[in-house]
């Protein structure tokens, strides 16, 4: 008969040698990457809400105010404008190419012949540098020597002032500001076509669906969370977009097309109050945080509606 003894785990803890902490053998690995994090996007933050909080004007010494920079925003009519640009802008700047980029992609998505070189036709302008697009529509919004008025004269209309009317400043940006992304979102929703199974075509074709049922129904859903993609991109490039509305207009004619970037750059390069400045740069990210949040928030209540839908 045998005697099975078992030690007690107090017992096998003291038995156990002790281990020492080590550090994990990929930290050099990390070092590197933790000090560019540091230097590039969270010190250059920190400093520039430091800055806001500060009145702090180039040659002269600074004084910390806290936030009465951020109490002066509300009071600026130039700032509110601003906004307000911003957001107009931003909504037609994101509407208009996911519906042309959307149209493009279904035509494109069709077997036609030179469909391979039309498509590289059609996606050249998002190539172009944004200065040398804002100088060849600049020469094309010309009042007088432009071609846009010269082919509106062709079909009957009278000619348009376009980046020199306060009306349509905005509506003429938005213009090329679509010209040259349409063909970013139809290059995401032709990743998104190609992706759906033929099945469900296949389906709609036996019960006599005619093309726009078909849309609607089986094409539209399965490339929404595609179009998701493609609005959020192009919500967060509108928004900061300062290039083509500086190069074009520089904000003008007067203020009528001064979106918060261009203020911004005014405020803190022209006026040289860098305090005021850095607080309307923070204001400015929260804003662009809580449009993508928006958005986010969107997708994941239509994904929820159309699971219930489905359960349904």
């Known amino acids: 008969m045998s005697v099975v003894t078992q030690a007690s785990p107090a017992a096998a803890d003291q038995a156990a040698p002790a281990r020492e902490w080590r550090p994990p ?15 590039v996007i969270i010190f250059p933050w920190v400093f520039t809400i430091w800055m806001s909080l500060q009145e702090w004007k180039v040659g002269s010494p600074t004084v910390f105010v ?37 149209l493009a992609a279904v035509v494109f998505h069709q077997k036609f012949a030179a469909r391979g070189f039309l498509r590289g036709i059609f996606i050249m302008p998002m190539m172009a540098t944004p200065v040398a697009i804002a100088l060849v529509w600049t020469m094309m919004f010309h009042p007088q020597l432009g071609v846009l008025n010269y082919l509106l004269s062709l079909v009957g209309l009278p000619p348009q002032l376009w980046v020199f009317n306060p009306t349509t400043v905005i509506p003429s940006l938005v213009l090329v500001e679509t010209w040259q992304w349409t063909p970013l979102v139809m290059l ?31 094409t539209l859903p399965l ?29 003008g004619p007067g203020s009528a097309s001064e979106t918060i970037n261009v203020y911004l750059y005014s405020v803190a390069f022209v006026y040289y109050d860098l305090g005021y400045g850095s607080a309307i740069a923070v204001v400015f990210f929260l804003l662009i945080v809580a449009l993508a949040a928006l958005l986010l928030y969107l997708r994941k209540r239509l994904l929820w509606t159309s699971q219930l839908g489905s359960e349904a």
């Not at 990929?26 to 230097?39: D, G």
């Not at 032709?190 to 078909?214: M, R």
């Not at 490339?223 to 977009?241: C, E, H, W």
């Open 223 to 251: 490339i929404m969370p595609f179009l998701f993609i493609a609005g959020m991109i192009r919500m967060i490039d509108a928004v900061k977009s300062f290039d083509i509305i500086f190069a074009i207009t520089q904000g």
């Open 188 to 218: 995401i929703v032709l990743g998104g076509l190609a992706a759906i199974p033929t099945e469900p075509y296949e389906s709609a074709q036996i019960d006599g669906a005619n093309f726009w049922q078909v849309f609607r129904f089986i």
């Open 66 to 102: 806290g936030l009465a920079n951020y109490l002066r925003l509300p009071t600026d009519p130039r700032f509110v404008e601003a906004v307000g640009h911003t957001l107009s802008y931003t909504a037609l700047s994101v509407l208009l190419p996911l519906v042309f980029g959307t």
């Open 25 to 39: 053998s990929y930290w050099p690995f990390v070092i590197p990457a933790l000090v560019v994090v540091l230097a």
